[in-house]
Nanobody, 115 residues
């Protein structure tokens, strides 16, 4: 497995912004897709955004136009820029990466949107 370390969560007011970062601690170059999932209290885990190695991105309908995923392959990092945050974005956000022989998750970072 590949260790994923997230940072950037916290408490923000509605309408605010946060940036999540995730680093894959590996020297492997065979990381295919990286992305972000989230799980709100009492709800199922859902995909927020993914970024394939070839450049294709996918977003959940609920975050389109507000969140932007980006990736730095040289640094094995993936980012999630979250703008116009809403209370319903409150969740634990998990970084995810998959590649040759692994499918790894980060430990999760809490994002709370509240006034």
């Amino acid at each position: 497995q590949v260790q994923l370390v997230e940072s950037g969560g916290g408490l923000v007011q509605p309408g605010g912004s946060l940036r999540l970062s995730c680093k894959a601690a590996t020297s492997r170059t065979s990381i295919n897709t990286m992305g972000w999932y989230r799980q709100a209290p009492g709800k199922q885990l859902e995909s927020v955004a993914t970024f394939a190695r070839g450049g294709n991105t996918n977003y959940a309908d609920s975050v389109k136009g507000r969140f932007t995923i980006s990736r730095d392959n040289a640094k094995n990092m993936v980012y999630l820029e979250m703008n116009s945050l809403k209370p319903e974005d409150t969740a634990v956000y998990y970084c995810w990466a998959t590649g040759d022989g692994f499918d790894s998750w980060g430990q999760g970072t809490q994002v709370t949107v509240s006034s």
